[in-house]
């Protein structure tokens, strides 16, 4: 078999079929939240301890298909720790489901509100989370402009190691993978406090969010918003004037290097940094974390694994929990060193060099981690070829696996379910039919041309090196 199998995260993510309360257990929600869309509940999945978060949307809400339907693509694509995960699409006649990584902490705004203000080192890590899930989407041409501590959430309860951010709902497209200029945005977007002065005026870019930063930054340091005001129009004459003042108690044992930065993010725009230069600045790499141990062997036992199990641990890995993959996903951000938000084959080969002292030539390595072929590690892939055999190999993980390449709930995994999942749009290359016929055969055991879930289970728990 001479070609190499692609596949891409969001092909996992699908509109389901049939109801949402036949999957998760609806009647006994957690409300979460609420406003004018809808609601957002917890609720567990049916059949296993899994508890997910589900943003429910009143289709007579929905003013604008296209910008929803803008949200739905957008969060389809994001790869990234520091962004919230969504899962599954379910829709009936009124409403639309979208199933969410639950995270139990709630919004950061209720921690500000709790705790008035951070020391520096808080505000560090906070800060830095969110800039490297921004550098992340402004990479991939994607401009979130509705950056707020209320869609910054807690993975859990007063943990500000684990932040994620939410709430795609404005966000937009501000340069396509084929285009070479970038899109001037246009239209006020945001909520007043964090609105930078170009897009009070209409006409703006991407450097609209290292604005809403810079108000964040503030925020954490002192518990008050730098441009405030009893109404939105005297919010906006502080905004247009940048009429702020560190001459607060809260600012009195602040260092200089973070008044700086806040000072930069509140420049005009043709002078203000992009987000991959914020995280540059002096006072965001203090106290850097060393590096942990990089197992290389993990992503040669993923290298020599067959092509179907490699879909399986895609897979996992974007199912997997915050909790348990905290470490990778640590990791996969100090590899990152340009902090794009994906990994180089240059980053790997350094962080390698770093651990073993010696360069190995890694390319053909790589090439067989890249699933989904673009030329870097996405942060999924990197998870996929790093996970222990001791948590893929939970019964759980593995029947939740077979169920989502099992289509058509048949109870054995068939070429046509394959060719469904892989060739999505997209996926350029021209698959044989023999191909698909060997994509089964090595775990087919019977040779009845299905795969059933303990052909499916033996195979995950093959080593191939």
Not at 103 to 128: H, M, N, P, V, Y
Not at 385 to 392: K, V
Not at 441 to 462: H, L, P, Q
Request: proline share 1%; charged share 25%; aromatic share 10%.
């Amino acid at each position: 078999m001479d070609q190499d199998i692609l596949v891409k995260k969001q092909w996992f993510i699908k509109s389901m079929n049939g109801k949402i309360d036949d999957y998760y257990d609806m009647k006994n929600k957690k409300q979460l939240g609420s406003g004018q869309f809808g609601s957002v509940i917890e609720v567990n999945q049916k059949g296993s301890d899994l508890r997910r978060a589900v943003k429910i949307i009143k289709k007579s809400s929905i003013e604008n298909q296209q910008m929803f339907q803008n949200e739905i693509n957008i969060m389809r694509e994001l790869d990234h720790p520091n962004i919230i995960r969504l899962y599954e699409i379910y829709e009936d006649q009124r409403k639309i489901y979208l199933v969410m990584e639950l995270c139990q902490g709630g919004e950061l705004f209720d921690l500000i509100t709790t705790r008035q203000k951070f020391t520096e080192q808080e505000a560090r890590i906070i800060f830095k989370q969110v800039a490297l899930a921004l550098s992340y989407c402004h990479s991939h041409g994607i401009c979130h402009r509705d950056l707020k501590p209320e869609n910054l959430l807690l993975y859990i309860k007063d943990d500000i190691t684990s932040i994620k951010v939410a709430d795609f709902g404005l966000s937009c497209i501000f340069k396509s993978k084929n285009q070479q200029e970038k899109k001037q945005l246009q239209g006020r977007a945001g909520s007043a406090y964090y609105m930078s002065p170009e897009v009070l005026s209409g006409q703006y870019n991407e450097l609209c969010d290292s604005w809403s930063l810079g108000v964040i930054l503030y925020i954490l340091l002192s518990g008050i918003p730098p441009f405030y005001g009893n109404t939105d129009q005297k919010i906006f004459e502080r905004i247009q004037k940048k009429q702020y003042s560190f001459q607060f108690k809260q600012f009195d044992n602040v260092s200089k290097e973070v008044i700086d930065l806040i000072n930069q993010c509140f420049q005009d725009q043709n002078q203000r940094p992009s987000v991959k230069q914020i995280l540059d600045h002096s006072w965001i790499n203090k106290d850097l974390e060393n590096l942990k141990d990089f197992n290389l062997n993990q992503f040669k036992i993923f290298a020599g694994t067959t092509k179907l199990k490699k879909i399986a641990l895609n897979f996992i890995a974007s199912r997997l929990s915050e909790s348990e993959i905290k470490d990778l996903g640590n990791l996969f951000k100090q590899l990152d060193k340009n902090n794009d938000g994906v990994l180089s084959v240059s980053e790997i080969s350094n962080a390698i060099k770093i651990f073993s002292g010696k360069q190995e030539q890694i390319t053909d390595l790589l090439k067989q981690i890249d699933t989904d072929q673009n030329g870097t590690i996405e942060y999924t892939e990197f998870v996929a070829a790093s996970i222990q055999r001791q948590l893929f190999l939970k019964q759980e993980k593995l029947y939740y696996a077979f169920q989502a390449l099992d289509i058509d709930g048949s109870g054995s995994i068939s070429k046509q379910e394959l060719q469904k999942i892989l060739n999505e749009e997209g996926n350029s290359l021209n698959y044989t039919e023999d191909y698909w016929t060997q994509l089964i055969d090595g775990a087919d055991k019977d040779k009845n041309g299905e795969i059933d879930y303990n052909e499916f289970v033996e195979m995950m728990g093959e080593i191939y090196i």
